[in-house]
C-alpha cells in the first residue's frame, strides 16, 4: 500500500537545539511510499537476523572446506558477534547525527559487500576478516532499521502494523535461517550461505532511496571518548562471555585469567562511559532515555528474552540431529511452524491486541507462554515424538513471543526525541546480542557441563559392568569430547544436559513476568477510554501517548 503525503518544506534548517531537531525530523522524515518502505526495512532486519543461525548450520562444511581448527571455527561466529555487538551503539548514534538512511544504506552494503567476499574464502584469516566487516556492517543497519520505522510510521496504527512486520522478521529469522542453511549446505555449497545475501541486500539498498526518506544531518560532534570507552567496553563484554562458555566437553572457562580480565575491563569501560556521558555537551547516548521506568523495564525484558531464546535455536537444532537423526534440511523444515506463528501473532497483536487491551496485558502474558513452552520443551526423550514434544510447545513458545516483540518495542520507540531515536533502538538490539552471550555462556555451561557429568557417569556404569569396555576408557573418552561416546549414553547425556538447559531458559523467561508488572504499573491502575482513544490507535496510559490533562475517562475500574 502506498501512502501520499505533502512534501517537506525545502528551507528547513538543522539547528543545534532539542526542539530545532524535533522540528527538522518531522519535516524531513514524511513518508512518502510506506508499503515498500517497511519491505525494505523487513528485508534488511530479515537478512541480519538469519544470518546468525544460516553461518551455524555450515559450520562443518566450512571446517572441512577450509581446514579450520576448533579454535578458529568458534571465531566465525565470534568475529561477527564482536563487531556487531560492540558497534552498535556507535551505529545507532551516527544514524541520529548524520542521516538514518544514509547511515542504513552503507550498512547494508558493508554488510552485503562482506558476505560476497567471504563466499569466495579460500583461507581463515579470509573468511574471518568478512566476518568481522559483516558485523560491522550489521550494526550499522540493524538500530538503524528500528529508528526508521520510529521516524518514518505515523504514530497510530501504521507504526504499529509496521512493528509488526519488523518484530516478526526479528523473531522469525533464526528459524528461516536454519531451514536456509540446511537447504543451501546440503544441495548446494556453504558458500551460499554467504553469496546469498549479496543480491537481497544489493536491493535493499537500491531501493532505499526511493522508499525512506532521508532526515537532515545534525550539527553536533561524534562523542569520541563515549565512542570509544562504550565499543571497547561492549566488546569485551561479549568476548568475556563467549570465552567464558563451556564447549561439548563441559569445561568452563569462567576461573582462567582472560575471561576474569575481559569481564572486569568490561565494567570498568562501561562505568567509565556512564560517568563520561553524564558530563559530556553532546553525550552517545543521553542517559535520560534510561530514566524512564518503562523503558528501561522494555529493555530488561529483552535482554531476557535474548538470554532464553538463545535455547531454543541451539540447544533443539543440536539434539534433534544428534539424538533424533534429523538431516540439516529435516531439522530446518522441522522449525518452519515457529516463524509462521510466531509473524501471524505480531500481526495479531499489532493491529488488534495493542489498541484494544493496552501493552501491560500483553507484557505479562508474554513471559508466561513463553516460559511455559520452555518447561514443555525441556521434557525431552531420545524417543520423542515431533508432533508431542516439539511440535506443540514450540507454537505455545512463539505465542509467547509474539505477544512480547511489538509492546517492547513500542515502550522503547514511543515519545523519543528524534534526534535520539538511533540510540534508543541500538540498546534494545545491545540487549539481545548482549542476552545471547549470556545465554550461551551461563546456561550453556551449565547444560554442557550437565551432559559431560551424565556422559561420565554412564561411561563409568558401563565399564563397571563391561558393556563399554575398559574402565580406563570410559572417563578419559567423556572428557576428550563426544564423539567416542557410545550413542545410547551420549543421547542421555543430550537429553538431561539440554533438558537442564531449557528449565533454566524457562525460569528466566518467567522472570519477564514479574519485571513487566514492576515497570508497566500505572498510577491508579485504571485505562483510559476515551473519544480521543478510539481516533488515536497508540493512545495507552503505559505508553503515556494519553495526555491524562483534560481527559475524563468513562469509566473507571480497579485492578
Partial sequence: MTEELSSPPDDVATQDTESDAATVDRATHVPRRLGLALVVIAAAQLMIVLDATIVNVALPHIQRALGFSGT????????????????????????????????????????????????????????????????????????????????????????????????????AGGAIGLLLGGILTSYVSWRWVFFVNAPIGLTVAALAPIALVG???????????????????????????????????????????????????????????????????????????????????????????????????????????????????KAGLSWVPFPIMLIAINVLVARVLVTKVGVRPLLMAGPLFAGVGFLLLSRLTPTGSYWVNLLGPMMVLSVGMGLMFVPITLMIVSHVRHDEAGAASSLLNIGQQVGGSIGLAAIGTVAWTSVAHTVRTGMAAAATTGAAGAATGGASSAGSGVASVPPAILNHGLTVGFSTGLMIAGIVALCGFFVAIVTTWTPGGFRLRSARHDREPSCDEVLGTCDPAGLKPATVTDG
Fill in 72 to 171: 578458529g571455527l568458534e571465531w566465525i561466529v565470534t568475529a561477527y558477534s564482536l563487531a556487531f555487538g560492540s558497534l552498535l551503539l556507535l551505529g545507532g548514534r551516527l544514524g541520529d547525527i548524520y542521516g538514518r538512511r544514509r547511515v542504513f544504506m552503507t550498512g547494508i552494503l558493508l554488510f552485503s559487500t562482506a558476505s560476497l567476499v567471504g563466499g569466495f574464502a579460500t583461507s581463515e584469516w579470509w573468511l574471518l576478516t568478512a566476518r568481522a566487516v559483516q558485523g560491522a556492517g550489521a550494526a550499522l543497519a540493524a538500530p538503524t532499521a528500528l529508528a526508521l520505522i520510529a521516524t518514518t510510521f505515523p504514530m497510530g496504527a501504521p507504526r504499529n502494523r509496521a512493528l509488526g512486520v519488523w518484530a516478526g522478521m526479528a523473531g
Fill in 215 to 329: 532526515g537532515g544531518r545534525l550539527q553536533r560532534r561524534l562523542d569520541i571518548p563515549g565512542v570509544v570507552t562504550s565499543t571497547a567496553g561492549l566488546a569485551l563484554l561479549v568476548y568475556g562471555l563467549t570465552h567464558a562458555a563451556a564447549g561439548q566437553d563441559g569445561v568452563s572457562h569462567w576461573g582462567e585469567p582472560l575471561t576474569i580480565a575481559c569481564l572486569a575491563g568490561a565494567v570498568a569501560l562501561l562505568v567509565g562511559f556512564v560517568f563520561i556521558e553524564r558530563y559530556v555537551k553532546e553525550p552517545e547516548l543521553d542517559l535520560n532515555l534510561l530514566k524512564s521506568r518503562r523503558r528501561s523495564g522494555a529493555y530488561i525484558m529483552m535482554l531476557l528474552l535474548g538470554t532464553a531464546l538463545f535455547a531454543v535455536f541451539f540447544f533443539l537444532t543440536i539434539y534433534i540431529q544428534t539424538v533424533w537423526g534429523y538431516s540439516a534440511v
